[in-house]
């Protein structure tokens, strides 16, 4: 299954560099929040073991949200694959889209400092909701014209566009979670992947039949 | 309104890579600038939703900030989709571009910090200030010879250089008001969007009566 | 010896420059982790040698740090020059490759931080086993069917999977001596290159008999 | 005095890309370094300016890092306009070239943080000697075979390498400087420019004399 091959333009080649530089630096700056542990000269190694125990719910962030980052610069990379063109309406939808990614260490920060509370849970589910719906909006618009590619597949097209429709699904489903059983709101996100895989089944289905 | 499709020689596009990275390295620092609230453990639900109200000015900035640099890039990114060529005269005045961008995220956790306060307004609107007219110096540099696609249209060209104008006016607006009554400063700075389009109709209208 | 001069499809060129961002970035950040040493004014010479010596675990992990990510970065440069196309596959292993990359920061800061301890050193060396895991089935997966490029030399392919098996090889010996003797953890980092070179002769060896 | 045309290959292509990205991020931590004042609800304009005043030397060395790191991309961008092609023997000296380039967001907070000691002073300019050291070897390597364009013209290749040695020469007499009056060592910069307009003056006179 390998992807198309035609060059895009360059103000297009050049907006997909910016947005990965922008996914690539929010994705690494996650851990610049996690506090090193210092602990005294001497310190048994149980100790070291404890401190680091206790940053259990930074090291979950970190790959949760790694993760979450990771799926919306995967959908971003197969939306782009599909256009070739560039045209000035894509600035702003994009630009909001890499705003919503570029909060995330800050909503992760502050969900692994507070991680028994309900009101980090809400913001964190929240903000991914937000970014879900941004990027909806976003492949919608860079999977249509006149920005796709005029020889990519309904198929390709409508396997893109669901998996975004998925992202949001789970999404809605983990933020009501986060509302109604926070200590639940991060096992809720295994529903997006789920989500996203029926959406994309679906999808297909569509398309076979059409 | 689908845009160039020359390639740029690969200087210019290594000069555009490198711009675009510092460019999203300051608009996702952004955010590392605003502290994660830690309250002990078993804090209230208000506690934190006050946390977080505390936060507003943070959050307004780091809106504000992430759509200024955002247009500053849209501009560059338009600007240089018109050109082809590179010469050494674009490497300082690029880098005095590239130098102010990077230092927002100061002026904007300054301000974000202070907001009550004079100076700091003043500070941003002036930093704000000096970046338009460098981005005025590097789009009227990049638009014309001998960087500049010798296929770009005069009307392309007109309003690239417009919205730079018309940025910059904004900012001058922004900068006055600043100084006159702080607490407007930051919703002054709506005259920057104004300005530019103002700018933008009347390049358009003098250019097709040429 | 000049590489392959055919064009990546512009779906892997994109990974491509995502993993460059990210590599770009952890390598970048490791310097963030060292507090810079702020004396009282007036502070005499010895004072400031005595706050730098002070800081020499922190240079040392610097530097080591630099040069174990920059290897990483040199293999991915090198299996990735090798191929030509893109597929979905990719998408995963590529991620957690970068996920454990983007972690170096903090493992490197809490070794640096904690450097006479014996956990802090089997975590660093770890982090690296793991890290050397994830690349190998990045090297393999991305010099195989369907991303390389089908005119790749077969001893070409050999070297890089070699290296890779050499780079985690090294890295078990330093993680079994980290549990050892703790002390000698980062100099036993040494055999990271002798099991590259070896395992590098090895695979050409057996290729010039093939 | 429009560069080369011709397209590096794509090995050589990620090497500068990477390049590019570890030069943009240490460029732009330098700001992150710089501590934002936060002043006590209600501050006069005057106690901001003091604040703003006591930054002084942090601003300083903001513009002047800013612009050392320009400089060598400068350098950097120059050299590898002039190359086509990749070798493994680039890995190395490049990456020792960047991880210079990445510790210069420490020695310069440094710096900043100590202005009026000698010991900072030593260490900033070291590491700017030891930069340009590593720069001229990269420089060297690029220009030369089997990387150099063979198009390239040799007043090209001259000028290039003519301004690493000037940037080197600068660099040995601001170290010397650092010793003997460190307050100047700031200002005795400005011999790093005018070393690189002679250097480059010779190497232009040697050439047309050839």
Same mark, same amino acid.
């Given at each position: 299954?390998?992807?198309?091959?035609?060059?895009?333009?360059?103000?297009?080649?050049?907006?997909?560099?910016?947005?990965?530089?922008?996914?690539?630096?929010?994705?690494?700056?996650?851990?610049?929040?996690?506090?090193?542990?210092?602990?005294?000269?001497?310190?048994?190694?149980?100790?070291?073991?404890?401190?680091?125990?206790?940053?259990?719910?930074?090291?979950?962030?970190?790959?949760?949200?790694?993760? @979450?980052?990771? /799926?919306?610069?995967?959908?971003?990379?197969? #939306?782009?694959?599909?256009? +070739?063109? !560039? %045209?000035?309406?894509?600035?702003?939808?994009?630009?909001?889209?890499?705003?919503?990614?570029?909060?995330?260490?800050?909503?992760?920060?502050?969900?692994?400092?507070?991680?028994?509370?309900?009101?980090?849970?809400?913001?964190?589910?929240?903000?991914?909701?937000?970014?879900?719906?941004?990027?909806?909006?976003?492949?919608?618009?860079?999977?249509?014209?006149?920005?796709?590619?005029?020889?990519?597949?309904?198929?390709? @097209?409508?396997? /893109?566009?669901?998996?975004?429709?998925?992202? #949001?699904?789970?999404?809605? +489903?983990? !933020? %009501?979670?986060?509302?109604?059983?926070?200590?639940?709101?991060?096992?809720?996100?295994?529903?997006?992947?789920?989500?996203?895989?029926?959406?994309?089944?679906?999808?297909?289905?569509?398309?076979?039949?059409?």
């Amino acid at each position: 299954m390998v992807e198309a091959q035609r060059e895009p333009t360059p103000p297009l080649e050049r907006m997909m560099f910016f947005s990965d530089a922008v996914f690539a630096i929010a994705i690494t700056l996650l851990v610049i929040e996690i506090e090193v542990p210092q602990l005294p000269h001497g310190a048994s190694n149980s100790e070291h073991l404890a401190a680091l125990a206790n940053l259990t719910p930074h090291f979950i962030g970190y790959v949760i949200s790694f993760a @979450v980052i990771g /799926v919306f610069w995967t959908g971003h990379h197969r #939306a782009f694959s599909l256009a +070739l063109h !560039f %045209a000035p309406g894509l600035y702003l939808p994009n630009l909001a889209l890499l705003g919503a990614i570029a909060f995330m260490p800050f909503s992760t920060a502050y969900l692994s400092e507070n991680y028994s509370e309900r009101v980090p849970h809400i913001v964190y589910n929240g903000m991914l909701l937000l970014t879900a719906l941004l990027n909806v909006r976003v492949v919608r618009k860079v999977t249509g014209r006149p920005y796709v590619d005029e020889n990519a597949s309904a198929k390709s @097209v409508a396997v /893109v566009r669901a998996w975004s429709w998925g992202l #949001a699904g789970g999404a809605v +489903l983990a !933020f %009501a979670v986060s509302f109604i059983a926070p200590q639940w709101s991060h096992a809720a996100l295994i529903m997006v992947p789920m989500c996203m895989v029926l959406a994309i089944g679906w999808a297909k289905r569509r398309v076979a039949v059409a």
